[in-house]
């Protein structure tokens, strides 16, 4: 019994740490990078981000210009939000 605990929670753990946690990346993005653009910047026509890689680095650049010390979890789960949200790359 013991043990198919210790299952359960490793596989729930190995499937956290492959799918992003897009309600983290809901509240990151919520706390953290909602002071200089609003929504319209992922939205509007002439949007600068065009493919999944342009995504991650702009995240990136916006993060560390604001001195944020996230994981790179954290990164991929605001990309993972910010796209299923706006963008909608494929993978
Ligand atoms: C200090 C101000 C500032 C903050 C805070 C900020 N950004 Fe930005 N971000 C910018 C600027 C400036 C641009 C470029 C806007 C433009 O091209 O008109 C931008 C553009 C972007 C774009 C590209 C939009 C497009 O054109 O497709 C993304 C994605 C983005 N930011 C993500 C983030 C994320 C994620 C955070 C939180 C970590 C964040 N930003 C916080 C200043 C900021």
Known sequence: M???KLVLFAVVFVMR???ADIENGD???FENCTGCHQESVYTRDERNVRTLERLG???RFCKDSLELAWFDEDVDDVVEYLN???YHFQQ
């Open 2 to 4: 013991k043990n198919c």
């Open 17 to 19: 740490a492959e799918a």
């Open 27 to 29: 509240d990151l993005h």
């Open 57 to 59: 680095l702009q995240v």
């Open 84 to 86: 299923q949200t706006y």
